[in-house]
């Protein structure tokens, strides 16, 4: 079992920058590539980013290339995303989730383990 838990979401306004946090805990983080999804009100979850167990690769979704960027410290067990050039469209409960299978999984049910989210709003 691991158990992630995200933080740093919040308000902030457009153009402006957060950086979220995963920490892991339970079976060994570095074993699991890791990712985050979004979702926003009335829409279905959505890839945003992921990275390799070892971090030496990472894929994005084309909404967030070249404003976001996802690493991993596995000495800390935490993965983060840090987040800017913020947009309206970026408001969205944000959750960081695990998995054992490789290659460059962008779908939900490649994941096995999920945080509870943390709220990100971009505001105007």
């Known amino acids: 079992q691991v158990q992630l838990v995200e933080s740093g979401g919040g308000l902030v306004q457009a153009g402006g920058s957060l950086r979220l946090s995963c920490a892991a805990s339970?079976?060994?983080?570095?074993?699991?590539?890791m990712g985050w999804f979004r979702q926003a009100p009335g829409k279905e979850c959505e890839f945003v980013a992921g990275?390799?167990?070892?971090?030496?690769?990472?894929h994005y979704a084309d909404f967030v290339k070249g404003r976001f960027t996802i690493s991993g410290n596995n000495a800390k067990n935490t993965m983060y995303l840090q987040m800017s050039s913020l947009k309206r469209e970026d408001t969205a409960v944000y959750f960081c989730?695990?998995?054992?299978?490789?290659?460059?999984?962008?779908?939900?049910?490649?994941?096995?383990?999920w945080g509870q989210g943390t709220q990100v709003t971009v505001s105007s």
């Open positions: 990275i390799s167990w070892n971090g030496g690769r990472t």
């Open positions: 339970g079976r060994t983080f570095s074993r699991y590539a």
């Open positions: 989730a695990a998995t054992s299978r490789v290659g460059d999984n962008v779908w939900t049910g490649a994941y096995d383990y």
